[in-house]
């Protein structure tokens, strides 16, 4: 079995270097480990001081592309040099490299195919800011309900993933990947284990995706509804339109209260016109909800196709390169 470790940087010269050399090289269970670093774009020495470090594969954005493309760029790049397993893991030290084989072990075991560190359960974080852990837990709660299993920390990019779900994953943001993957692989059916992990903020330390508190909230929840939506569109409108029809049922109750007090029309038609507007677009929503599954539908064979191509296309690349 073979380990990239991947590490997504965006003008990280000050502390890369040591991220670098503190990941482990052997692992019980692993032929070769090899450390990747995706410059997303960097205008420091970022690169030079990567290579320095031992980075054994870099692989440059000219621009800043994204968190997101730069998953995306590191999945594509494990693939092509037919790694068996990726861990995900940030630049800037606030994640111990020590724990990745506590990552890799499930997956090994085949107990897993991706397992995500989590920051809330077992090991305190040191210096989390609090409003960044309620929203974290908020966000995690919403889509575990709407997707009827418990999920943990969505937005932890200390992660490992086997060759399986690498080749299914189909991911089409470019803010960041973190809660999409874990939507789109809960919808394929792939098993994700959270394991605890160690992690310190640093109090000078400022984040890059999150630097815009607001503007994270705002792109994050675009993010998760666009999935949620994709994922289950049946019950993600099937549930608006029941709200929208529930709200007409109750509007409509009310008008019938006061009708039956003075058997007298005009003046509650108000209350019809609005539980007819609610009822219309509960109606509508129904139809959509029906309209997107067969969507959806025709999106999972799309996706399946897809799929067997990757894997002949990077079984084929295996192949010539051996």
């Known amino acids: ?3 990239l470790v991947n590490i997504p940087a965006y003008n990280e010269a000050e ?4 991220t670098i ?6 692992i019980k269970g692993i032929s070769a480990i090899a450390v990747q670093v995706i ?5 420091d020495q970022t690169k030079i001081a990567a290579k320095k470090a031992g980075a054994d594969l870099i692989y440059s954005h000219k621009i800043n592309r994204g968190l997101g493309v730069a998953f995306k760029s590191a999945v594509i790049q494990a693939l092509e040099k037919n790694f068996d397993i990726m861990v995900n893991i940030d630049a800037d030290g606030q994640f111990n490299p020590q724990d990745i084989p506590k990552l890799v072990q499930p997956i090994l075991n085949q107990k897993a195919d991706i397992v995500i560190g989590s920051r809330f359960s077992g090991i305190k974080p040191k210096g989390m800011p609090f409003i960044r ?7 995690a709660k919403i889509i575990g309900t709407f997707l009827g299993t418990k999920t943990d920390d969505i937005t932890c990019g200390f992660r490992a993933y086997n060759r399986e779900t690498m080749l299914k994953l189909n991911l089409t943001h470019q803010f960041t990947y973190t809660q999409e993957t874990i939507i789109d692989a809960l919808g394929k059916n792939l098993e994700i284990i959270w394991l605890p992990v160690q992690v310190t903020y640093f109090k000078n330390r400022k984040a890059k995706l999150t630097k815009n508190i607001l503007n994270f909230i705002y792109q994050s929840l675009i993010i998760i509804f666009k999935t949620l939506r994709d994922t289950k569109p049946l019950k993600f409108f099937g549930f608006l339109a029941l709200f ?4 007409a049922g109750i509007i409509f109750a009310i008008f019938l209260f006061y009708y039956f007090q003075t058997l007298k029309i005009s003046p509650y038609r108000n209350w019809i016109g609005l539980g007819s507007i609610f009822l219309f677009l509960g109606i509508q929503l129904m139809i959509f909800a029906f309209l997107a599954d067969m969507v959806k539908s025709n999106r ?6 897809m799929y067997e191509e990757r894997r002949r296309q990077f079984e084929k690349n295996k192949e010539t390169q051996e």
């Open 133 to 139: 852990k309620s929203l974290n837990k908020l966000a």
């Open 244 to 247: 929208s029809i529930i709200a």
């Open 1 to 3: 079995m073979k380990l």
């Open 39 to 43: 410059d997303d774009g960097s205008t």
């Open 21 to 26: 050399r503190e990941i482990p090289r052997e």
């Open 15 to 18: 502390v890369i270097g040591k």
């Open 300 to 305: 999972q064979i799309i996706e399946e196709r």
